[in-house]
Every structure is written in C-alpha cells, then in structure tokens.
Nanobody, 124 residues
Framework: QVQLVESGGGLVQAGGSLRLSCAAS????????MGWFRQAPGKEREFAAA????????LYGDFVKGRFTISRDNAKNTVYLQMNSLKAEDTAVYYC?????????????????WGQGTQVTVSS
C-alpha cells in the first residue's frame, strides 16, 4: 500500500520560510517522479514543483518565481519543498504526489498517489 505523508506545514509570517517533507512508502521511490501541489479554499489544485526520478530535473509553477526549491533524498524516500519569501497568497493545503516510472509533469491528473496534505498559513 502506497503512503505519502507530508509534514512541515504551519503558521509563518510573510517573508518567512518553511520546509515541507513528504515521506513515501510502498513504492519504488527512486523510480518515482514526485510533485508538490497546493489548493486554497475555493480554488483549483495548483502545481507548485516536481522532480524527475531519472534525471533529477525540476519543474516549477509560474507563481514560484525562484522562491521554492524541490529536492529529494532517495536514501530516505523523502521529497522536500523549501519555501522562502512566503506571501499571504501562498496560504493553502500543500499536497505531495507521486508517479512511478514516468517523468515529472505539471498536471495533477498525471499523478497516481497523493498524500493527505499539510496546511501552510502565511500571515501578512
């Protein structure tokens, strides 16, 4: 059974930083492309970042503008999202997602497995 467990969310002031973690189990993590998405109340799920399993190449959503960095540690079966210069509009539930043996994409429909999400709240 595949499990993705996010952690690291919380309340932070605008301009601050958070690092999200997603621990994966039940899948071949080293052969899984990983993504981060977010969803704010009343809005559609939005792509934030993804990292390719084979090349380690990364993709970022347009809103990121150099503020977020995705990384992975295959030895720990964990993917991270370092978020800096946070803004109030970054407030959302952040979800980790995985797709095995395929490259990273920006479309949430391409991912097969999802975590339960972690709340990020940025106060202005």
């Amino acid at each position: 059974q595949v499990q993705l467990v996010e952690s690291g969310g919380g309340l932070v002031q605008a301009g601050g930083s958070l690092r999200l973690s997603c621990a994966a189990s039940g899948l071949t993590f080293s052969r899984s492309s990983m993504g981060w998405f977010r969803q704010a109340p009343g809005k559609e799920r939005e792509f934030a970042a993804a990292i390719n399993w084979r090349s380690g190449s990364t993709l970022y959503g347009d809103f990121v503008k150099g503020r977020f960095t995705i990384s992975r540690d295959n030895a720990k079966n964990t993917v991270y999202l370092q978020m800096n210069s946070l803004k109030a509009e970054d407030t959302a539930v952040y979800y980790c997602a995985a797709r095995t043996l395929y490259g990273a994409t920006t479309g949430h429909y391409d991912y097969d497995y999802w975590g339960q999400g972690t709340q990020v709240t940025v106060s202005s």
